[in-house]
C-alpha cells in the first residue's frame, strides 16, 4: 500500500512514552547545536592584547598613543570575562563536586538574614580584634542591614535561577520535540506513470506507439 504525498512518521517513544530519536553523546547534540566553542577560545583575547602591549614596551614605543585609545577598555573586559568563567567553572566543579549545594534556606529571607547576620558578625569580630580594636554599636548595625541587603538580593538570585533551571528543562524538551516531529516528516511526492515505466522497463524497451491511420 502506497503511502501518502505528507506521510508522518512516528518517533519510537521510551517507556515514559517520550520521543526518542536516538543517542545524543550531548545536550547540544540534543538541541541541534553543530559545534561548541572551547574553553580556552576565552583566553584568545585577553593573552593576544597582552602580549601586544608586552612587545611594544621591549620596543620602547609607547601605547598611549590615539591609535590605541581601544586597547584598556579591551584588556579589562576581556580579562573580566575571562575572570567570570573562571569563576563559572570553578562553582560548577564545587556544586559537581559536593562542596556547595543549593538549599530552601537561599531562597528565604527570612531564614536567611539572621544566618548571614551572625556569620557576618563572628567573622567582623574576628577582623576587628586581628586589627586590636573593639567592636562598636554602629558597626554591629552596619553589618546587620548589609546581611539584609545581601540575604535579599541572594533570594531573589536564587529564586530567578531556580526558575531558570524548570525553565530551560522544559525548553530543552521541548525544542528535542519540536526537532524529532520536524525530521519526521518525510514529504515524497508521487512520480508520474511515465516515469514510473521508464524506470521499470528501461530506454531499450520504450517505444512508441504507432501512429493512426
Known sequence: MRSPPCAFTPSPTNREGVAVAGDRGSPSEGLGVRKSLPLWFGAVIPSMLVGHAAGYALSGRPLIDARHGWFASALEN????????????????????????????????????????????????????????????????????????????????????????????????????????????VCREPAPRSVTL??????????????FA
Open 198 to 211: 521508464f524506470a521499470s522497463a528501461g530506454h531499450s524497451r520504450f517505444q512508441r506507439p504507432p501512429p
Open 78 to 185: 576581556s580579562s573580566v570575562a575571562l575572570i567570570a568563567l573562571c569563576a563559572i567553572l570553578v562553582a560548577c566543579a564545587l556544586l559537581y563536586a559536593g562542596f556547595f549545594k543549593h538549599s530552601s534556606i537561599e531562597r528565604s529571607l527570612v531564614e536567611l538574614w539572621p544566618r548571614l547576620a551572625l556569620a557576618q558578625l563572628a567573622l567582623f569580630a574576628t577582623a576587628e580584634s586581628a586589627e586590636g580594636l573593639h567592636l562598636t554599636l554602629a558597626g554591629i548595625l552596619t553589618q546587620i542591614a548589609t546581611a539584609l541587603c545581601a540575604a535579599y538580593l541572594l533570594s531573589l538570585f536564587s529564586r530567578l535561577l531556580a526558575r531558570c533551571i524548570a525553565g530551560t528543562d522544559e525548553a530543552q524538551r521541548y525544542l528535542q520535540r519540536l526537532l524529532e516531529e520536524v525530521a519526521a516528516f
